[in-house]
């Protein structure tokens, strides 16, 4: 079993910043994938960012270039952060983050809303 708890997210102005992190404790030996997914009212969720074990990394088009994905690692716990620069109100959905290891494992989900 893995435990995931997120953090950060908020209201932010277009053009200002924002991180969120996931702090993911359990089974973390067999996790080979991490990454955000975010879900704007009435679209399907979307991958946003992914980082793999290999620490290979995946950005949707639209956020290349303005979000950075990385992970560290403390004893029995990795984090992995979503790091939201030049966000635009496009950027607004609940983001959530997600762990493969045996099997699939989602966050409860944080509000981003992007709005001047």
């Known amino acids: 079993q893995v435990q995931l708890v997120e953090s950060g997210g908020g209201l932010v102005q277009p053009g200002g910043s924002l991180k969120l992190s996931c702090q993911v404790s359990g089974d973390i030996l067999n996790i080979y994938f991490m990454g955000w997914y975010r879900q704007a009212p009435g679209k399907q969720r979307e991958e946003v960012a992914s980082?793999?074990?290999?620490?290979?990394?995946?950005?949707e088009d639209s956020v290349k270039g303005r979000f950075t994905i990385s992970r560290s690692r403390d004893n029995a716990q990795i984090t992995v952060t979503l790091q939201m620069n030049s966000l635009k109100p496009e950027d607004t959905a609940v983001y959530f983050c997600?762990?493969?290891?045996?099997?699939?494992?989602w966050g409860q989900g944080t509000q981003v809303t992007v709005s001047s």
């Open positions: 997600n762990v493969r290891a045996t099997r699939q494992y």
């Open positions: 980082i793999t074990s290999n620490s290979r990394t995946k950005y």
